[in-house]
């Protein structure tokens, strides 16, 4: 069983592959097209639109049972199994659902509910069922209740206003209790560990600290556009800008936690930290992981349980021992830089932490901060090359206000609001999370005619959000005009009182939203910005770039991809110190 949306692509890119006369008359006319098909282009919603609302992988499952090996007395009996366990859960749902005035939603299969549809692009699918069942639908994966919220003002209404009820974390088997050990700020429910750690963090993230430490940002940034410019050639060769990006951003938490940095893209450091971050994407997505959903599978050996056992002692292993280090480094009298670790050593006994705790914080601070920034500036450099003229827009407006004797800095960034109406659409259009961090509830809640009971996982769907016609007219259209006249960073966006008004959903909402908004929205303008600067981004007309394909199962960047990075002017070389 294949997603509807499985093998489409972004039409640009789709059309360019195309060869008669009709496809290369749509490629001139296609810059603002929309990259997801309509929903009708996919055969499942000609033949039927309730395959995806009763479980269209009961299609499969029959495909199984009507195998040509199987005796037909064996078809017949496994049909009738399949169809009285589907009734009768059917049954128990609409049941629960009706007696107690739970919003309504897809009703899912037995035991694994509607697992099955979100195992690959869970968005779309729950993009689909925000369109059929409304703003705020409910939906089963396992023994637990999901309500999946679609609209700004509910998402206010429930995470900021009612923040007392809906800001802790369920407590999931393998990401809150197997690999953060029941430590970590993204997964501990709201309680005292929780503030502890969360204020720790901020004491390293809020705005007051992230402009002490402006220069680290800056410096990495300068070091992305020279490595671009070397690794590239002069823009002569093609360049892959993913791994150069992973790289910046990991620098910059390395030198937040641990005050240490890499030299090269080869510092062994890079390929294991990047790892980690990706293996912690793939095994902890909101919906992508059954085994917190039937508690059975909690006690029988299985892969994920494996996984995650592992992803817990790396990450002890990796970042346990980086503190370690400046561990003996501070008893040795050493000097070391001012650092989250640091700060954590120093008040160990007061914040009564144990080497666990400070491990998984730190691990949170790799985790939050490498894999998220990273992935914003590589979905720039992987969709920007499609835009000249977009690109032209940056540069003359880049010309106006820097010039090209330096660098554009944090102090330009209010000068320069088609740049930051760039960033802000690539956030719209490519976040990274599209499901966020759940929140869950931990009280029955009315709202609207409805029960929220206590124990609910609350997602925010900010695909559906950040698509929405009423907010974002043409969504599906790459237009970053349509912040022009936004000259909020993002962090104060989040607190706007209309929350219609709001640019974003990316950094999530209420008391759980992200702490690393204020250095991440720096580290993103100070790297983009100078890369329009030094660079005109070219696609490779052999080499098209499929912005519909991604990696990861819950932080999302491009595959693969290359493109060249042409400098833009003769004293880019100069100001880079090349
Ligand atoms: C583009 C970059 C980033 C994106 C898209 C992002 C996104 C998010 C989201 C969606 C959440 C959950 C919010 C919610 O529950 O409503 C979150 C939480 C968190 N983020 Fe980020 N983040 C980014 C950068 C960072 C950075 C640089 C750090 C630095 C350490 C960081 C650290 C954290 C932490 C610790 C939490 C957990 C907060 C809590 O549960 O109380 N993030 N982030």
């Not at 499952?61 to 366990?85: C, D, E, R």
């Not at 907010?471 to 022009?484: L, N, Q, T």
Request: charged content about 20%; some cysteine.
């Amino acid at each position: 069983m294949q997603h509807p949306y499985h093998h489409t692509e972004y039409p640009r890119r789709r059309i360019a592959k195309q060869t008669n006369a009709i496809s290369r008359l749509r490629l001139n006319t296609s810059q603002h097209v929309a990259y997801p098909p309509k929903l009708t282009e996919h055969p499942a919603h000609d033949t039927s639109n309730n395959l995806l609302e009763m479980g269209y992988h009961m299609e499969s499952l029959t495909a199984v049972v009507l195998h040509p090996n199987l005796s037909p007395s064996f078809i017949s009996l496994a049909m009738v199994v399949i169809g009285s366990i589907y009734v009768l859960w059917q049954n128990y749902i609409s049941r629960d659902v009706g007696a107690k005035n739970i919003p309504s939603g897809p009703i899912g299969l037995p035991i694994v509910g509607s697992f099955p549809f979100l195992t690959h692009y869970p968005e779309l699918t729950l993009d689909y069922w925000a369109k059929r069942y409304g703003p705020m639908y409910s939906l089963r994966l396992g023994n637990q209740l999901f309500i999946i919220v679609s609209d700004p003002i509910i998402a206010k209404d429930l995470m900021v206003t009612n923040g007392a009820v809906f800001s802790s974390r369920k407590e999931m088997f393998l990401k809150s209790q197997t690999i953060f050990a029941g430590r970590g700020i993204t997964a501990t429910p709201y309680n005292e560990k929780w503030r502890k750690h969360r204020r720790i963090a901020s004491y390293w993230l809020n705005k007051t600290a992230v402009d002490s430490y402006t220069n680290v940002l800056d410096y990495e940034a300068t070091v992305l556009v020279r490595d671009l410019y070397t690794y590239g050639k002069a823009g002569s060769d093609p360049i892959n800008p993913q791994p150069h990006a992973g790289r910046c951003s990991l620098n910059n938490m390395l030198t937040i936690a641990f005050g240490i940095r890499t030299d090269s893209l080869d510092h062994p450091l890079v390929a294991r930290a990047l790892k980690l971050s990706r293996e912690f994407m793939n095994c902890t997505g909101p919906v992508s992981n059954l085994t917190d959903f039937v508690p059975l599978l909690q006690h029988i050996p299985n892969f994920m349980t494996t996984r995650g056992k592992k992803l817990h002692a790396d990450l002890v292993e990796t970042y346990g021992g980086l503190i370690k280090e400046v561990e003996v480094k501070m008893k040795n009298g050493e000097d070391v830089p001012d650092c989250l670790v640091k700060t954590i050593l120093q008040t160990q006994q007061e914040e009564e932490l144990d080497f666990t705790d400070m491990a998984i914080l730190c691990s949170a601070f790799m985790i939050g901060g490498v894999e998220t920034t990273a992935s914003i500036m590589q979905w720039f450099s992987a969709l920007i090359p499609a835009y000249p003229d977009i690109q032209q827009r940056a540069h003359e407006e880049l010309d106006r206000v820097v010039g090209r004797n330096r660098l554009p800095t944090v102090e330009d960034e209010k000068d320069l609001p088609y740049i930051r109406g760039i960033i802000k659409e690539v956030e719209r259009c490519h976040n990274p999370f599209w499901l966020g961090t759940p929140h869950f509830g931990t009280e029955d809640f009315a709202y609207r005619g409805h029960l929220i009971p206590k124990n609910t996982v609350v997602v925010l769907n900010t695909y559906t959000m950040h698509h929405d016609p009423r907010r974002h007219p043409e969504p599906f259209a790459f237009k970053p005009e349509r912040y022009i006249n936004d000259s909020t960073l993002s962090s104060e966006s989040a607190n706007l009182s209309d929350a219609m008004e709001r640019d974003h959903w990316m950094f999530g909402a209420g008391r759980r939203i992200c702490p690393g908004m204020w250095v991440a929205e720096r580290e993103v303008f100070l790297a983009i910005s100078r890369m329009l600067w030094a660079f005109k981004m070219v696609e490779i007309p052999s080499e098209p770039i499929d912005l519909k394909e991604y990696d990861g199962l819950s932080g999302r960047s491009p595959v693969p991809f290359r493109i060249k990075m042409i400098p833009r002017h003769d004293k880019v070389d100069d100001v880079l110190g090349i």
